[in-house]
Structure formats: structure tokens, C-alpha cells
């Protein structure tokens, strides 16, 4: 016949009261073995320790150790030092060795996002610009390669201001499947576009 939840929550209750009575009695049976061991000479005392003194508990086997070291002079070991926090710095200096992989890996992949950065701006346009006449005005485009790119700005069209210097602009237009074309034209001869036509 199967057990009842009640039988078994019997017999777990009465397996706890045992298991509870049985350290009881391993807790009073090592704490007198403890105190018939202390009674005995240092000798007696070493020689229960080297068998393992299997009828102590832990933390008597620890106390009969002590009681070992003092009786041949050692003094009894010091509490832990209580250590202080360090500080971040200390903390990040004590681990730098350890870093040194991670933070070279960092600074490269911060160099290239740098790099391309300074590239992305150099080569974006400060504005939109087209010509002021109603005509096309003569200018001479130089392709990346060299060979010219064209004669002329086209009046109405946009172009991509790339920067200034010495009253001249440089302009900027693409041209697909080639890449983009360079001139350079008076800056009093341009204004600026609302957006790219």
C-alpha cells in the first residue's frame, strides 16, 4: 500500500529529529575527546593530530591544533590584516599588465574611427553652391585621374563647396562610374544652393 503525504511528512520530521539528536551527540562526544586530549601532554596531543583525530570535529581538530602550537612556543596565528580599499587609480595601474592586449586594441580601433573622422570631414562639402548667372560659366574640371572632366558650371545646378583659400573655391561634382571632378573659380561668382540639384 503506498504512503500517505502524512506518512511521509512523518518520517522526513522524524529523519530531521535524528539527524538533529545524532550532531548533538558528535558535537558533546568531540568537545570531551577535546578536553581529554587538552589534559594530555603536547606530545599525546601531536600524535591524535597526525592520526587525523577522527573523533574530533572540524573546528575542535583546529582548537587541539592551537593549544599544539602554543604549548611549543608558536605564538597563535593573527587575525587577517584588515584590508583598506584602494583607490580606482591603484586598482587600474595593478591591472595594467594585464591589460595591455585590450587597451592596444582599443587605441588602434579608436585610431581608425579618428582617422575615419578627419576623412569623412575632409572630404564632405561645407555647403551647396551654384552660380549666380543665368549662363554656364567656362571652368576647367580635372578628374581624379588627371584627364579633364568637363568645361563649365552649369547655371542652376549645385555643386558641393569643398573649401576656401585665397578668394578661390574648390568645387566638387560627381560623375558616375568615374568618380568626382575638381575646379577651382572665383568665390564672387557663386551662391549658395538650398540643396543639391
Known amino acids: 500500500m503506498p504512503a500517505t503525504p502524512e506518512d511521509v511528512r512523518a518520517r522526513i520530521a522524524g529523519a530531521a529529529r535524528a539527524a538533529r539528536a545524532a550532531a548533538a551527540t558528535a558535537e558533546r562526544e568531540s568537545k570531551a575527546a577535546l ?10 596531543r601531536f600524535a591524535a593530530l597526525e592520526n587525523g583525530a577522527p573523533q574530533l570535529l572540524p573546528e575542535h581538530r583546529l582548537e587541539l591544533l592551537r593549544s599544539v602550537r602554543l604549548a611549543s612556543g608558536q605564538t ?3 587575525a587577517r590584516p584588515v584590508v583598506g580599499h584602494a583607490s580606482a587609480w591603484a586598482v587600474w595601474r595593478g591591472r595594467l599588465p594585464f591589460q595591455a592586449g585590450r587597451l592596444t586594441r582599443d587605441a588602434l580601433l579608436t585610431g581608425c574611427a579618428l582617422a575615419a573622422l578627419v576623412v569623412a570631414w575632409w572630404r564632405t562639402p561645407e555647403a551647396w553652391i551654384e552660380i ?12 581624379p585621374d588627371g584627364r579633364p572632366g568637363g568645361d563649365r558650371l552649369v547655371a542652376g545646378r549645385a555643386y558641393g563647396l569643398m573649401r576656401r583659400a585665397n578668394n578661390m573655391a574648390e ?8 568618380g568626382y571632378a575638381v ?7 557663386l551662391r549658395t544652393s538650398a540643396a543639391p540639384r
Open 35 to 44: 578536553d581529554r586530549l587538552i589534559q594530555r601532554p603536547a606530545g599525546d
Open 76 to 78: 597563535a596565528p593573527a
Open 132 to 143: 549666380r548667372s543665368d549662363r554656364d560659366v567656362a571652368a576647367s574640371w580635372i578628374m
Open 171 to 178: 568645387l566638387r561634382d560627381w560623375h558616375p562610374g568615374v
Open 183 to 189: 575646379t577651382q573659380v572665383p568665390v564672387e561668382g
